[in-house]
Nanobody, 115 residues
Framework: QVQLVESGGGLVQAGGSLRLSCAAS????????MGWYRQAPGKQRELVAG???????NYADSVKGRFTIFRDNAKNTVYLQMNILKPEDTAVYYC?????????WGQGTQVTVSS
């Protein structure tokens, strides 16, 4: 079992920044990939960014150049640095972990960007 706890969401004006954190605990030694997803009202959940255990990253086109995913292995934590936020980034952001094929989700954190 893997537990994921997100933090760092909130309300920010357009052009501002936020940093989300996702702390992993439990049987984390087999996690091979972690990622951030988001779901806006009335829309499907979508991938925002992912990072493998080897450090390779990928991003949705809509956030490239603005968002950065990185990890602190000593703290078992993955971060999402979000800069130049836009109103269309408003969503609930979820942390995700792939643990040897088993998928785990955090509880989600709300990000609201005002225009």
């Amino acid at each position: 079992q893997v537990q994921l706890v997100e933090s760092g969401g909130g309300l920010v004006q357009a052009g501002g920044s936020l940093r989300l954190s996702c702390a992993a605990s439990g049987s984390i030694f087999r996690i091979n990939r972690m990622g951030w997803y988001r779901q806006a009202p009335g829309k499907q959940r979508e991938l925002v960014a992912g990072i493998t255990s080897g450090g390779s990253t990928n991003y949705a086109d809509s956030v490239k150049g603005r968002f950065t995913i990185f990890r602190d292995n000593a703290k078992n934590t993955v971060y999402l640095q979000m800069n130049i936020l836009k109103p269309e980034d408003t969503a609930v952001y979820y942390c995700n972990a792939n643990n040897a094929g088993y998928i785990y989700w955090g509880q989600g954190t709300q990000v609201t960007v005002s225009s």
